[in-house]
Nanobody, 118 residues
């Protein structure tokens, strides 16, 4: 079992920045992939960004150039830096992780709300 705890959400004005954090209770090196999804109000959950154990990064086209993902293996954490936020970025942001042993297990955090509003 892997527990993921997100933090860093909140209210931000359009054009502002936020950094979300996700801390795992296991070494990030033991996880194949960590990343972020988001779910706007009344909509489906969509992929935002991911980073693999090897450092390979994938970012959704909708946020490319504004959002970036990074990890700190020493802190067992991944981060989502969000810049130039707009109202369409308002959503609950979920951290996720994929662990591969003899099978694949997916883990999710509880979510953190980001509201972009003036």
């Amino acid at each position: 079992q892997v527990q993921l705890v997100e933090s860093g959400g909140g209210l931000v004005r359009p054009g502002g920045s936020l950094r979300l954090s996700c801390e795992a209770d296991v070494s990030v090196g033991s996880l194949l992939v960590m990343g972020w999804y988001r779910q706007p109000p009344g909509k489906q959950r969509d992929f935002v960004a991911s980073i693999t154990r090897y450092g390979d990064i994938n970012v959704a086209d909708s946020v490319k150039g504004r959002f970036s993902i990074s990890k700190d293996s020493a802190k067992s954490a991944v981060y989502l830096q969000m810049n130039d936020l707009n109202a369409k970025d308002t959503a609950v942001y979920y951290c996720y992780a994929i662990k591969i042993t003899t099978r694949r297990d997916d883990y999710w955090g509880q979510g953190t709300l980001v509201t972009v509003s003036s």
